[in-house]
Nanobody, 126 residues
Framework: QLQASGGGLVQPGGSLRLSCAASGFTLGYSTMSWFRQAPGKEREWVSGRRGSGGTTYYADSVKGRFTMSRDNAKNTVYLQMNSLKPEDTAVYYC?????????????????????WGLGTQVTVSS
């Protein structure tokens, strides 16, 4: 299971850190991504990293502002969000799959993930 937390209301330009804690499996061996879904829009991929290691990837819309990291000891993944904009308002979901060697082009494909957190609301507004 995955449990996301850390969302809230923040002013434009502010920061939030989301957490995603896993139970029942080891995050360090899994491919992980963050997705988000704004009202009336489809769920979109935000950031991800394959379980085989290497680079963390980001959507162009958040590159340079968001940072995904992992604490293996806590079995938790984080999404540090800086310079937040109103268009970042959405429900944020963490997702995982045991497919460690996922083809890179599928990293943003939500159908590839079989573990999902319930989501945490992020609202950016003055």
């Amino acid at each position: 299971q995955l449990q996301a937390s850390g969302g809230g209301l923040v002013q434009p330009g502010g920061s939030l850190r989301l957490s995603c804690a896993a139970s029942g499996f080891t995050l360090g061996y899994s491919t992980m991504s963050w997705f988000r879904q704004a009202p009336g829009k489809e769920r979109e991929w935000v950031s991800g990293r394959r379980g085989s290691g290497g680079t963390t990837y980001y959507a162009d819309s958040v590159k340079g502002r968001f940072t995904m990291s992992r604490d293996n000891a806590k079995n938790t993944v984080y999404l540090q969000m800086n310079s937040l904009k109103p268009e970042d308002t959405a429900v944020y979901y963490c997702a995982a799959t045991m497919e460690r060697h996922m083809i890179l082009s599928r990293l943003g494909d939500r159908t590839q993930y079989n573990y999902w957190g319930l989501g945490t609301q992020v609202t950016v507004s003055s």
